[in-house]
């Protein structure tokens, strides 16, 4: 037996698969060309079943802002090295928005995680 033929449009994506695409998206067009319309092509299925694991797109682009502040994890110096431990964070931050800086902009939308 085959498996059964997925027709475009049909099942919705989970949430993780939504933000790691609008991700992608992002990081090609930059926030301006990032559309839901585009998203839901870009998945293969319909723009409704975007609205069926987010409210809207701002609640979209905050959980962008999301997955990417999640790439820059915590320093691995000494807590009680506060200045030091202060720089590296800084610096993962600017290193990990410097490799999505097409999606700058997501952050400063309102529903971004605060």
């Known amino acids: ?3 059964a033929v997925k027709t475009w449009g049909s099942g919705t994506p989970d949430l993780a698969t939504i933000v790691e695409a609008s991700l ?3 990081d090609e067009h930059g926030v301006a060309g990032f559309s839901t319309r585009k998203l839901a092509a870009h998945l293969g299925v319909y723009q409704p079943v975007i609205y ?3 409210a809207n797109l701002e609640q979209l682009l905050g959980l962008v802002s999301h997955r990417i502040m999640t790439d820059v994890g915590l320093p691995d110096i000494d807590r009680g090295d506060w200045r030091g431990w202060l720089t ?5 931050m ?3 928005w410097r490799r999505h800086d097409r999606a700058g902009n997501a952050q400063l939308r309102p529903g971004s995680p605060r």
């Open 1 to 3: 037996m085959g498996a």
């Open 24 to 26: 992608e998206l992002i």
């Open 52 to 54: 069926r694991r987010v």
């Open 88 to 92: 590296d964070a800084a610096n993962r």
């Open 94 to 96: 600017f290193v990990t």
